[in-house]
């Protein structure tokens, strides 16, 4: 089993900034690709960011320049700098990641956390 587990949700005003962050635990072999993800009331979840196991990011258009994906390997944690947020922002933000799990082969799952909510307030 491997569970992902997200923090650092809440409610700030526009302009602010929140710090998520996930962590990865249960019985794995590595991670490679993590990422955040977001559903907003009565919309699609959508991608808002990732980043593979050798640093490589990609963003959403829509927060580039104001959110920041990083992670800890060797913690085994991805983490979302959220600035400059705005009324859009608002949604439930789900931790994403693709484990290998071995038993007597490997192979590749994909993993999501229960979600934080995040309200952006005008």
């Known amino acids: 089993q491997v569970q992902l587990v997200e923090s650092g949700g809440g409610l700030v005003q526009a302009g602010g900034s929140l710090r998520l962050s996930c962590a990865a635990s249960?019985?794995?072999?590595?991670?490679?690709?993590m990422g955040w993800y977001r559903q907003a009331p009565g919309k699609q979840r959508e991608l808002v960011a990732t980043?593979?196991?050798?640093?490589?990011?990609n963003y959403a258009d829509s927060v580039k320049g104001r959110f920041t994906i990083s992670r800890d390997n060797a913690k085994n944690t991805v983490h979302l700098q959220m600035n400059s947020q705005k009324p859009e922002d608002t949604a439930v933000y789900y931790c994403?990641?693709?484990?290998?799990?071995?038993?007597?082969?490997?192979?590749?799952?994909?993993?999501w956390g229960q979600g934080t909510q995040v309200t952006v307030s005008s």
């Open positions: 994403n990641a693709d484990v290998y799990v071995c038993n007597t082969g490997c192979r590749r799952y994909g993993y």
């Open positions: 249960g019985n794995f072999f590595s991670i490679d690709a």
């Open positions: 980043i593979t196991s050798g640093g490589n990011t």
